[in-house]
């Protein structure tokens, strides 16, 4: 804290025209303040008074970080507490103050350019128009060891500092959009919760109808998904693509009916869907490394 010897030069994308304690060009008289390409960390030399009730906005995106909570935080035209030790996140443009009075306060926040968050959500999520949900988070884990790094790098300036200022501000960001409630985030775990429960329908109608003859596009339309998307998304859930589950189901529903002496070695190949004898010895051996004749003696005897 406080190592920097460049003069403060102050972006007001990260913060607007106020109102402020004091006026922008004079913040870093009250604030110790962290800038790389894109990003700002921001520290308040001491307890700030909150006495204005107005709000204002900025084009980048802001995460208070309350050192204790702060009960009458207005987030548009709602009141919002801040507790105490966890995260919370101001989207760009949203209008944001004070709704009444508010002594001593002390609070560390992180300030992201728009465009330079959006680039990195665009890369990552697939979405660059990142809205977060206003409410206090836990703060995500390694946010503070990178907060810490961030600081400590532009405080000693040494050869290559900027470089690795901007791998950390990449790295703090990417968890934040990882980490913290968002449009983006809350979509893609629907997405991924719906494409699990599809995956499971087919997986279920596999075991039921493991001795039938049915097309890839029929388990697609089971699970509601794509054929284009369904064989990797059944490949991690399940860890086989669908044809390889199918001939496992097969091949187990096989060993269990030639553990019987009542079935004969034709009759569990076309109970088990086998469309011929040979097929089904030579899939049966080189799954199980035994015929299924050898395996017949071998569990019966």
């Given at each position: 804290m406080g190592r920097n010897r460049e003069k403060k030069v102050i972006n007001k994308n990260h913060f607007g025209e106020g109102p402020y304690p004091a006026p922008v060009e004079e913040m870093h008289h009250i604030m110790d303040i962290y800038e790389s390409r894109g990003m700002c960390m921001i520290s308040p030399k001491k307890a700030i008074d909150f006495l204005e009730k107005e709000q204002h906005a900025h084009t980048s995106y802001e995460f208070i970080i309350p050192h204790h909570t702060m009960h009458f935080a207005g987030v548009e035209?709602?009141?919002?507490?801040?507790?105490?030790?966890?995260?919370?996140?101001?989207?760009?443009?949203?209008?944001?103050?004070?709704?009444?009075?508010?002594?001593?306060?002390?609070?560390?926040?992180?300030?992201?350019?728009?465009?330079?968050?959006?680039?990195?959500?665009?890369?990552?999520?697939?979405?660059?128009?990142?809205?977060?949900?206003?409410?206090?988070?836990?703060?995500?884990?390694?946010?503070?060891?990178?907060?810490?790094?961030?600081?400590?790098?532009?405080?000693?300036?040494?050869?290559g500092y900027q470089v690795i200022l901007d791998c950390l501000a990449a790295q703090l960001a990417v968890i934040l959009l990882r980490n913290l409630p968002s449009n983006i985030v809350l979509a893609r775990k629907e997405k991924n919760m719906r494409h699990s429960y599809g995956i499971k329908r087919a997986v279920d109608f596999i075991r039921e109808n493991y001795y039938a003859d049915y097309s890839l596009e029929m388990l697609a339309k089971i699970a509601d998904i794509s054929p284009y998307h369904f064989i990797r998304l059944f490949k991690k859930h399940t860890g086989k693509t669908p044809y390889d589950y199918i001939i496992h189901m097969k091949i187990e529903k096989a060993k269990e009916l030639l553990r019987r002496k009542d079935f004969t070695i034709t009759q569990v190949c076309f109970q088990c869907g086998f469309n011929n004898h040979s097929h089904f010895t030579t899939l049966f051996k080189k799954r199980i490394g035994v015929t299924p004749s050898q395996y017949k003696a071998l569990v019966i005897n």
């Open positions: 035209s709602s009141i919002h507490i801040f507790e105490k030790d966890k995260i919370f996140p101001i989207n760009s443009e949203q209008f944001h103050g004070p709704k009444a009075t508010m002594n001593n306060c002390y609070f560390d926040v992180i300030s992201i350019e728009k465009d330079y968050l959006s680039n990195i959500a665009a890369s990552i999520l697939g979405n660059k128009n990142v809205v977060f949900t206003n409410k206090s988070t836990a703060i995500p884990q390694y946010l503070p060891v990178i907060y810490k790094e961030f600081i400590n790098e532009y405080g000693y300036q040494q050869s």
